[in-house]
């Protein structure tokens, strides 16, 4: 079976910032990962994708994640976060079909 | 190049009521997919189809059927509408089979309400 993880539904930060979104995923195949961006009232937008070359994926928006298989993670960062990275983020494995972690709603406090 | 459309934006259906969420896509691509959206659960997907005329069931496809007669259309019917079906839901498409690692493209979404 394949499944998602997202340690906390919700993440404040500063303006200027870390950000650190955490992912954890369990997969009995090499997994392909992907980090998911959702602004209010519109669809998914891909981030950034993991699919077996560089460990360390850099993404746009100044996002990048590094992909840890010894810890089956994919933590999703970014150095310093900006007014309009508040959204919700979804980290998603793909094996015959996607599947999507619960979300992180990220806020970004000025 | 308009993407992944869906229609409508809104709807407010009555229990019992069937209505019919489309969903277009002109990228030629291949394979396309439903999910709904329920907080705290991420998107689940509904229903796929990997090409015209054929399609599979995804992890929650109980009241819903689809249909694939040409790679531009994928609409998602509900034949008796329940509000546990309440949702948002999103179409999506990218190339490839099903082995596939491109790039999903999301709709905007369709808010169903069921009352």
């Known amino acids: 079976a394949q499944s998602v993880t997202q340690l906390g539904s919700h993440v404040s930060v500063s303006e200027g910032a870390l950000v650190l979104l955490r992912c954890n995923y369990s997969s009995s195949v090499p997994p392909y990962l992907f980090w998911y961006v959702q602004y209010p009232n519109q669809g998914l937008q891909l981030l950034l994708k993991?699919?077996?070359?560089?460990?360390l994926v850099k993404g746009i928006n100044g996002f990048e994640a590094e992909f840890k298989k010894s810890e089956t993670s994919f933590h999703l960062t970014k150095p310093s976060a900006h007014m309009s990275d508040a959204a919700e983020y979804f980290c998603?494995?793909?094996?015959?079909?996607?599947?999507f972690g619960p979300g992180t709603r990220l806020s970004v406090l000025p | 190049n308009a993407g992944v459309t869906q229609t409508p934006k809104f709807q407010v259906l009555k229990t019992g009521q069937s209505m019919t969420l489309q969903c277009a896509q002109d990228?030629?691509?291949?394979?396309m997919s439903w999910y709904r959206q329920d907080p705290g659960m991420g998107l689940r997907l509904i229903h796929y189809?990997?090409?015209?005329?054929?399609?599979d069931q995804g992890e929650v496809p109980n009241g819903y059927n689809v249909s694939r007669s040409t790679t531009e259309d994928f609409p998602l019917r509900l034949l008796s509408a329940a509000p546990s079906q309440t949702s948002v839901y999103f179409c999506?498409?990218?190339?490839?089979?099903?082995?596939?690692?491109?790039?999903?493209?999301f709709g905007p979404g369709t808010r169903l309400t069921v009352l």
């Open positions: 993991y699919t077996s070359a560089a460990t």
């Open positions: 999506a498409s990218r190339s490839g089979g099903a082995d596939s690692t491109d790039t999903q493209y």
């Open positions: 189809s990997v090409g015209a005329g054929i399609t």
């Open positions: 998603a494995l793909y094996g015959q079909n996607f599947v």
């Open positions: 990228m030629n691509h291949e394979y």
